[in-house]
């Protein structure tokens, strides 16, 4: 089992009234799995994996992660479990702009202290990899957007986590470059990775293997 | 059309208030700061400006080749002023004056005046203009004196009906009666003549015994060139008079073997504009001309006005990128250049107009605090003429046009669609950078300043002088009696006081005392062929004693000996000077052999004179007809209130009529330093002014990166940047910006610091610790600053910033 969530909730405080984001989730992941969350607009899905990913906390429920507790954890437990095994690829593809596809490349294995000669081998491995070894040294606005998302997703994984957070990967895609996204996963699931992602399209929740839905925070 | 451009302005202005607020704030204690610095710069370049004939008045001083090289002085002979007149042409008037005290007795009344003897043309070179009285020529009657309009109502107690009354003063040792001719107008306080009361020469004490003497030389000589004639004509001119009547001086030179000048001169006459006098000082040799102070303070002022200037463009043009969309939308509802531009200079041209009323406003509640702390008796007045007016206004148009007009014209040129998309990816950032090395640099120079100025201070304060400064007290005799009288009665009147150690005089003060004046002696002789300078001091017994002065040979003048009225005292470097193996051993005939001085002791050297100088050649004398002018009272490391309090008891019963000036000669020496002080309070102030405002403008640059980082904040953090690695990205980039500046100013600095010791023989050694010191206060200082804005931002929740787009 990789993760498990119980009876989490998630709330706002507003004008002395609660707004639950997130009601009485109760998830199990297995290693190897792929998992697409569906539901309408403003139904909590990118709330769910943002609380996956740790990058928000949750008001009450337990949260395991492999054998840590990460309820219990402290801040910086938290963010070393996140660095080891998570990456996220973001529907914006948040790249940073002043970094060629290299730098963008290279930056989350500074971050996790890999050394120098480590870190080309890794970056020279992924541009391989995702065949974009020609566009290695532009800068994100001289990509399109569907090379952006793949070097989005090359950055989430090059320093091999367990799992992949996905929040509309191919929300600005064109359906052509979806597709292509959507294949790549596929492989990468193939491989051992497992996936969530978060997606509007029936067409690409079925390449995953479970299909979760929510509705005004909770899992239906 | 107008209305609308002004309430999108204040629109505009509250929206961003938190800016407009610190602007606001930065410019008005900018901008008072820099009126009261700017005054205080204009007061004292305007030192004797107020004089009509200020173009053609000088004073004469003589620079004198010595064996010990150049040396020039104000002081000159009686005889001077006439023969001048007399013998070289194109001398309109040349007059004597010397400033001297005396005592006024008008109704049992009796006054201490500040006097000025001088010549009758004196009012012909000077304004000093006649309230009532003989307006023309009032001193050409020998028993005719002047009294400015304070003095009057001092001694008279009013100026009305007072001209033709007698009052007697006090000159030397006889009272002689005079009669008022006329009032004038008191000196304004920034004339360096300052006087009470005005006495033509001829009825100096010294007048008649030096009348021929061109050797004695006690008094200020100025003069009033013809039209047309230039000081460089008088310099020619007075050449061979000079060899003529110092024949005797200049033999003795080249005998001692002195160099002569590029002209083959070994004296020479030359003039000193009456308007540099305040500035001049004569110290190195020459007359050296140094408006150093008034231009510091004016380069501070402004470099604050730049500071304050700098945030102002800097934020205007961060703050306006965050326009940008608004700025394209106007574009395409047909907005032109023409307009976009005014609306951005009118909102500078608000803030600037708040700023400058609010800075009025605070400068003149400021004024009192600020001239009793930086001790000036500057004026708004010197302010507020319609030329500086007119320039202030410029300024403010310009800077405004600047801060205003530069994004305008950014943005105007920027395409629309790139407008609309609001990015601006202009070479902005580097004008910003550079505002901001350059505050950081002011900043670290006036830092250093500030460190090299207190600690040159605290160097001077804690030299050991040579002499107990601690617990000596020192006492201006500005009574009546007889100078030996009073310290043999003060001695009388605190005989049975344990705490008092002992009592002593001598014809100069230590330092600066709080009767203000400060004189020195000099006096010169041929010793074995050779022709010996040396500064002349007369004390009382117990000198030395008083003032725990060592002795390193013989003795010091004693009551045992009867004949030490012929002895004299010497200092090292003035033993050194004679080059004798034993200095006990010299004899020196004065007079032409009639008299003969014997040394029968030497001291240490001591700091006798300001601590800038070295010490010079030192020779004490004992003789009861020369007078004293000062007491001293060495006292008790205990109980130090209450033997004062006792001192100036005894005082009060000796000279009940006569002020007590007494005071520490710690103070004294402190006292010597005031310009120093002064000076330390303005930079100080100044670079905790800089470095507030510097700071306003980093921290609300900082802000304004880190809004336009947030989204690289969030994606750095989700690929799993810790919060201290995003902080010190932030932070560094600042950071590197004030290590630049370090490296611009410190040699600068360094120069200027260098060159600004050279001023003192005694000086603090210019430890690059001082700048180091100075750099990384300013780091720490940009580091809080800018810190406190990252790391908040760094460890803002990822998801937040990441969701804004
Ligand atoms: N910090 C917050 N404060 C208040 N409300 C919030 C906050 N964060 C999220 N919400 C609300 O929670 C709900 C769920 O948001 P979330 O972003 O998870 O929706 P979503 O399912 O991802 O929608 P979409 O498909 O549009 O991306 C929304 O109604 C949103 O407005
Ligand atoms: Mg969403």
Redesign the interface.
């Known amino acids: 089992m990789l993760l498990q969530l119980n009876n989490i909730f998630k709330w706002v405080q507003s004008g002395g009234q609660r707004i639950f984001l997130l009601k009485d989730i109760n998830l199990e992941v297995q290693e190897g799995e792929f998992i697409s969350i569906m539901g309408p607009s403003g139904s909590g899905k990118s709330t769910l994996l943002?609380v996956i990913g740790m990058?928000?906390a949750f008001d009450e429920g337990e949260y395991h992660f492999l054998e840590d507790s990460v309820h219990d954890l402290k801040e910086k437990h938290r963010?070393n479990l996140?660095?080891e095994y998570i990456g996220?690829v973001?529907q914006?593809y948040?790249?940073?702009?002043?970094l060629t596809v290299q730098e963008n490349l290279e930056?989350?294995l500074i971050?996790?202290k890999f050394k120098g000669s480590e870190r080309k081998a890794m970056v020279a491995d992924m541009l391989d990899r995702f065949n974009i070894v020609g566009k290695k040294d532009l800068f994100p606005s001289q990509l399109s957007g569907g090379q952006q998302q793949l070097v989005g997703i090359a950055?989430a994984l090059i320093?091999n986590p367990k799992l992949i957070l996905a929040d509309e990967p191919t929300g600005n895609l064109n359906s052509k470059q979806g597709e292509e996204i959507m294949d790549l996963f596929k492989q990468l699931n193939d491989e051992g990775v497992t996936i969530i992602q978060v997606t509007h399209s029936e067409k690409n929740a079925e390449y995953g293997s479970r299909i979760i839905n929510l509705l005004d925070g909770r899992m239906i | 059309m107008l209305k609308n451009y002004f309430k999108i302005a204040w629109r505009n202005l509250i929206k961003n208030k938190v800016f407009t607020l610190a602007n606001i704030i930065g410019l008005t204690s900018a901008l008072a700061v820099a009126l009261l610095l700017v005054m205080t710069a204009l007061f004292e370049l305007s030192y004797d400006q107020f004089h009509k004939n200020k173009d053609s008045v000088y004073q004469v001083y003589l620079s004198s080749q010595t064996p010990r090289g150049l040396e020039s002085g104000t002081s000159q002979p009686v005889p001077l002023a006439p023969a001048l007149k007399a013998d070289v042409p194109g001398i309109k008037h040349a007059v004597r004056t010397l400033s001297d005290d005396t005592f006024a007795t008008y109704n049992d009344k009796e006054i201490n005046l500040d006097a000025e003897f001088v010549d009758p043309a004196f009012f012909d070179l000077f304004t000093f203009p006649v309230i009532t009285g003989k307006a023309k020529n009032p001193l050409s009657e020998k028993s005719s004196v002047v009294l400015s309009e304070k003095s009057a109502q001092k001694v008279f107690g009013t100026v009305e009906n007072i001209v033709g009354k007698t009052i007697a003063l006090k000159l030397g040792k006889e009272e002689q009666l005079f009669s008022v001719s006329a009032i004038v107008q008191d000196p304004p306080s920034n004339s360096s003549n300052d006087f009470d009361i005005i006495i033509p020469f001829e009825n100096h004490p010294e007048y008649a015994s030096n009348i021929d003497r061109w050797d004695s030389q006690f008094h200020l000589v100025y003069v009033q060139l013809e039209e047309g004639v230039t000081p460089d004509q008088f310099e020619k001119n007075t050449q061979e008079f000079t060899s003529l009547h110092y024949q005797g001086s200049i033999e003795n030179a080249k005998r001692d073997g002195a160099v002569a000048n590029e002209d083959g001169l070994f004296m020479q006459f030359h003039l000193l504009p009456i308007t540099d006098m305040h500035f001049t000082s004569f110290a190195s040799g020459a007359a050296v001309v140094k408006r150093t102070f008034p231009y510091m303070i004016l380069g501070i002022a402004f470099v604050i006005i730049f500071i304050v200037c700098a945030n102002f463009i800097n934020m205007n043009i961060a703050l306006s990128e965050k326009r940008l969309k608004e700025i394209g939308m106007r574009k395409t509802l047909g907005a032109v250049k023409k307009q976009l531009f005014f609306q951005f200079w009118l909102e500078s041209l608000l803030v600037f107009t708040a700023s400058t009323i609010l800075g009025l406003v605070l400068g003149n509640l400021l004024l009192e605090p600020f001239k009793s702390l930086f001790n000036t008796r500057a004026t708004l007045e010197h302010v507020t003429q319609p030329k500086i007016l007119l320039i202030f206004g410029l300024s403010i148009f310009c800077i405004t046009l600047i801060a205003g007009g530069y994004p305008a014209l950014l943005m105007s040129r920027l395409g629309t669609l790139r407008a609309l998309k609001g990015k601006m990816d202009l070479g902005k950032n580097r004008l910003r950078n550079s505002l901001i090395v350059l505050q950081f640099a002011i900043a670290i120079l006036l830092i250093s300043g500030t460190l090299v100025l207190h600690g040159q201070i605290e160097f001077m304060r804690n030299k050991d002088l040579g002499y107990n400064k601690e617990q000596v007290i020192s006492i201006p005799l500005n009574g009546k009696k007889d100078s030996y009288q009073v310290v043999a009665l003060l001695r009388d009147e605190l005989k049975g006081n344990p705490n008092i150690l002992n009592i002593s005089g001598a014809d100069n003060n230590l330092g600066m005392g709080r009767d203000g004046s400060s004189m020195s002696s000099m006096m010169g002789f041929d010793y074995k062929g050779r022709g010996v300078v040396t500064n002349a001091l007369t004390v009382d017994y117990d000198y030395a004693k008083t003032l725990d002065l060592e002795v390193v040979a013989g003795r010091t003048f004693s009551r045992d000996f009867a004949a030490d009225s012929l002895s004299l005292v010497i200092n090292e470097t003035m033993a050194k000077q004679l080059g004798e193996e034993d200095p006990l051993s010299v004899r020196i005939p004065i007079d032409d052999g009639a008299t003969t001085y014997s040394v029968i002791g030497v001291v240490k050297d001591f700091n006798f004179q300001d601590i800038s100088r070295q010490v010079n050649p030192l020779t004490l004398f004992l003789n009861n007809d020369w007078d004293l002018y000062y007491a001293y009272v060495k006292i008790a490391p205990q109980n130090i209130s209450s033997s004062f309090d006792a001192v100036e008891k005894a005082w009060g019963s000796i000279e009940p009529q006569a002020e007590f000036l007494g005071s520490f000669l710690d103070e004294n020496v402190d006292r010597t330093f005031r310009r120093e002080k002064t000076m330390a309070t303005i930079v100080t102030s100044g670079s905790i002014l800089g470095i507030l405002l510097s700071c306003i403008g980093l921290f609300a640059i900082s802000m304004l990166v880190v809004a336009q980082r947030t989204k690289e904040i969030g994606v750095r953090k989700v690929i799993g940047a810790s919060v201290s690695s995003v902080a010190l990205l932030l932070t560094k980039d600042f950071l590197k910006l004030v290590g630049i500046a370090f490296i611009l100013a410190t040699p600068i600095a360094w120069y200027f610091l260098n060159e600004w010791l050279q001023n003192y023989a005694f000086r603090v050694t210019l430890s690059p610790l001082f700048f180091i010191a100075a750099g990384l206060l300013a780091t720490l200082i940009a580091f809080i600053t800018v810190g406190t804005r990252t790391v908040k931002a760094a460890s803002a929740n990822p998801v937040k910033s990441l969701r804004t787009e």
């Open positions: 943002n990058l928000d963010s996140y660095k996220f973001f914006q948040h790249l940073l702009d002043d930056m989350p971050y996790k950055r320093s």
